[in-house]
C-alpha cells in the first residue's frame, strides 16, 4: 500500500514539473524579456537572471541549450542597450529633457560620471566593453557617450562586443554553479549568490578604500 502511495506521488510529480520542451518554450522568451527590460531599467539583476537560465540549460540533454541562452541573453541585452541609448539622445535633443534621461543622470553619481568620461577619452570604444562587465559600470560609461555626442551607430558597434562578453561572463558564472550540485535549484542559488558577491565587491572595495 505505501509502494503504491509512493508511486503514485512520483507520478504526480512528474506531471507538475514541466517537460524540457515546455520549459525552453516559456524560458527563452521570458529571459530575453526580463533582460531586455533591465537593461531599459536598471534594477532587474540581470547578471543572476541569466546565470540561473545557464544553470538550468546545464542541466538539460538538449545540445544546444546553452548557446541557445547566450544568444538570447546577448541579443536582449543589445537591444535594451540601443533602446536606452536612443531614448537617452532624444533626451539630449529635447529642450525639455525627457524621464529615461533624467533616470540615466540619476543612477550615474559625479565622480562615477567624470571617471567615465576620462576613460572613455582615452580609451573609447574599449570602454564600453569593461562597462558591461564591471557592476554597476554600464550607466555611467553611457551617460559620457551621450555627453561626448556619440551617434547611436557608433554606441552600437561599440557595445555589442560588450554584450557578447557580458553573456559568456555570466553564463559561466551558472555553469559552474550547475558543475558543483547535482540539483538544478542548487545550482541556482549558487549562481545568484555568486552574481550577488560579484556586484556588491566594487562598493564594498570603494567603501574600504575610503
Known sequence: MLAGAAAGVLAAARTVVPTESTQQALGYPSLFLLVLIGALVPVVPTGALV??????????????AL???????????FCGDAALYWLGRRG????????WLEAIRARAPQERLEQAQEKLAGHGVAVL???????????PVM???LLAKWPLRRFVRGNFPACLAW?????????????????PWEGVLA??????????????WRRLQR
Open 167 to 183: 553573456a559568456v561572463t555570466y553564463q559561466l558564472i551558472g555553469i559552474l554553479g550547475g558543475s558543483l550540485f547535482p540539483e
Open 191 to 204: 549562481a545568484v549568490l555568486l552574481t550577488v558577491l560579484v556586484s556588491a565587491a566594487p562598493g564594498v
Open 67 to 77: 548557446a541557445l541562452v547566450f544568444v538570447t541573453a546577448s541579443l536582449a541585452a
Open 143 to 145: 551617460l559620457a557617450c
Open 92 to 99: 539630449m535633443k529635447s529642450k525639455n529633457g525627457s524621464r
Open 51 to 64: 546565470s540561473s537560465a545557464a544553470v538550468v540549460a546545464f542541466h538539460q540533454t538538449a545540445p544546444f
Open 129 to 139: 566593453v569593461l562597462s558591461r562587465l564591471v557592476p554597476a559600470g554600464r550607466i
